[in-house]
């Protein structure tokens, strides 16, 4: 049986599109990646930008995708990097013009369209909010329509944002999935209906598309976790303050005020790591970022190593489709305390891995901590557990059920 051809595009990329195409590219059924930038980190230019724009620009190198499969859209996409920290980055890049992360994935998405009917591959496969031109082409020329669903449901995360904006309106300004506009829903409406499956990364996602897309079109596939990271015996000593880390952008959405009123209650019993961005000036998270050790971004290295040096992971998000991070935090041998709203809790065996913990209880959260703290032994038998689930979800395992759930979907389809 010949092998499908698949056109897979991604504006932006991450890790679970590397290797989402590798997959694809290691088992010769890449027709095409599409992507706004595909970076050359052995590029002579890499040593000549400013360390801010390295970093951003060594995340979007795709090494185990040959060059010749590669097709790039850059120029919004590099405009909209580069104002990122000028003062024209609010004019240019807000809301939904050309330059915003919504123009660039509207202006990209055209461009993949036209490329449809000369390549003309077997399926294509698209992401949220990037594929509804795409998709319209596909569907006018009898070409299979696959979508990644990436994040929770749009309509199940307003109506969980609008509950928080009630009962915790000095966090408003930090709920910006609020100000999705009714053009930009209806956009991903009618990519979602366009679609002849879709995948998505985690139970969480499936249960909150429930009513909204017949069952047997959703195929889940699990994102995977990198190479587990040696890790001496974690430390037992109750005197030494208990490190916590964060990782992700500094809004209400990811739970940070939940988790900064917890780190408040246990006063000197913790100390606190924040990696991510300020989405706009609150109060309370700067004055967090003061007072704590904070990276408003870091490579993906970095990243692990950071892992490396803490305790544990906490991800309190409200809505979160997967959360690669609690992945890497299992790797690095990082117990997580999340809530049942990740995805990635498909991970976490509640008090073996870490704690599943409700969702907006920063009780909940600080009583887990101070267990940890208190319990140096359980903290050390959890990052056993953290890393022999890791070793069990690898990336590899990850690219394997992709390439075969989509071979399967594409091949019942034909």
Known sequence: MNKPRILLSHP??????????????EREMLAEFWTTVAWNAHSGWNRLLPSGMRTLLERRAYPDVPRERIRCVPSRELIRLGAGSTPLNRLLTSGERPFSIIGVYRH??????????????????????GALETFREARRLGIKTIYEQTSSYWYWVRDLLKQEAERSPAWLGLLPNLADSAEHLRWKDEELSLADTIFVASEHVRRTLAG????EKIRVVRYGAPEIRRRERMATDPARPLRVLFVGVLVQHKGIGYLLDAIDRLGSQVELTLVGRRFQPHS??????????????????????????????????????FGLVVAEALACGLPAIITPNVGASDLIHDGQEGFVVPVCSADAIAERLETLDRDRELLAAMSRHAQATAAGNSWASYRANFAETLGAVVACQS
């Open 212 to 215: 909204a897309v017949p069952e």
């Open 284 to 321: 309370r998270v700067d004055e967090a970022c003061r007072r704590w050790r904070w990276f408003e971004t870091l490579s993906h290295g970095q990243v692990l190593d950071v892992m490396m040096e803490s305790d544990v992971l906490v991800l309190p998000s409200l809505g979160e489709g």
């Open 108 to 129: 990209f998405d055209g461009k993949v369209a036209r490329r449809v009917g000369s390549l003309r591959p077997d399926a294509v496969y698209g992401y949220e909010g």
């Open 12 to 25: 932006t990329g991450n890790q679970n599109v590397r290797n989402a195409v590798a997959s694809l590219a």
